[in-house]
């Protein structure tokens, strides 16, 4: 006799807005948010996809990237986690690695520099001997009205964080990297429909599209996949850091699903780019959006 998996409607599966009042300081806390986002602390079963793989992920601290980092450590990688000043939370995720009965490493660091991306990849190859997963997840916006709004060290800031690092980190990396290792770029929704208060971000988020087809191309002859995720809108710190009261309230209300994405939601389409179950997958873009069709 056959046993029904109990499954839950996905528009009521996680907290649906209105969101409690906050606001925080960039780049935001996962602590001081209301509700705590779910990274799979709890949830996430691992089955050996990563087995004795090593990863670097950029923005491991929290959001996404916790969420990434927690899920391959159970499917066996050991995976530094690249973070900016948030040491709490950087800390915190490298604490559900080792519990994982994995290596976690926490290294602090603007990936807008060059120098500090090469030595991120030293570091991965030290500590772990090699690498086999990068993750470009780490991402930096700040909202505004109107054109003027954008100094110039700003915009330079963004493309600096979202986009240099990436070819700094894969410059330093692919050509590092054994046969079966793969890239992983987190793009955004933005960057298919981009909204203007997002001008700069956005901008950044195509870019990162035409970056991850144009380096598949290249990284084939290094037998090295390339690939991105797009998700749409997810419950992290940077949201509460980012908006104000009334757009945190809402924020993940008008998509299809009627809610934000948690984390936790985002990280098994990473885990199946990485593994070698996604090994004639290269050159795409995956979206995660709730039900919007950026494509």
Request: glycine share 8%.
């Amino acid at each position: 006799m056959s046993t029904m998996i109990a499954r839950k409607d996905p528009r009521t599966l996680y907290f649906q807005p209105p969101m409690p009042e906050q606001t925080q300081e960039l780049p935001g806390s996962t602590a001081a948010m209301k509700p705590t986002p779910d990274h799979g602390e709890e949830s996430y079963r691992g089955s050996g996809r990563l087995k004795d793989c090593a990863a670097l992920i950029t923005g491991g601290d929290s959001g996404i990237g916790r969420a990434v980092a927690i899920a391959f450590a159970r499917e066996g990688a050991d995976v530094l986690v690249s973070h900016w000043k948030e040491d709490d939370d950087a800390l915190d995720t490298v604490s559900w690695i080792e519990k994982a009965g994995r290596k976690g490493l926490a290294v602090a660091g603007d990936i807008a520099d060059e120098t500090h991306c090469e030595r991120l990849v030293d570091r991965a190859f030290q500590e772990f001997g090699r690498l086999d997963i990068l993750v470009n997840n780490a991402s930096f916006h700040v909202p505004h009205e109107q054109i003027e709004e954008w100094s110039s060290e700003q915009f330079e800031r963004t493309f600096r964080v979202n986009l240099f690092s990436m070819f700094y980190l894969c410059k330093a990396a692919l050509p590092r990297m054994a046969p079966g290792s793969a890239i992983i770029n987190t793009t955004s929704i933005q960057a298919y429909q981009p909204r203007g208060t997002l001008l700069d971000y956005a901008t950044t988020k195509s870019a990162t599209v035409g970056f991850t087809k144009a380096l598949s191309e290249l990284a084939i002859e290094s037998g090295v996949r390339v690939n991105a995720v797009a998700p749409g809108p997810v419950w992290t710190p940077l949201i509460p850091a980012s908006y104000g009261v009334e757009k945190v309230k809402e924020f993940g209300a008008s998509k299809p699903l009627e809610r934000p994405a948690q984390p936790a939601e985002l990280a098994p389409v990473y885990v199946l780019l990485a593994s070698a179950e996604a090994s004639y997958i290269t050159g795409e873009v995956y979206g995660v959006t709730g039900g919007t069709m950026p494509f």
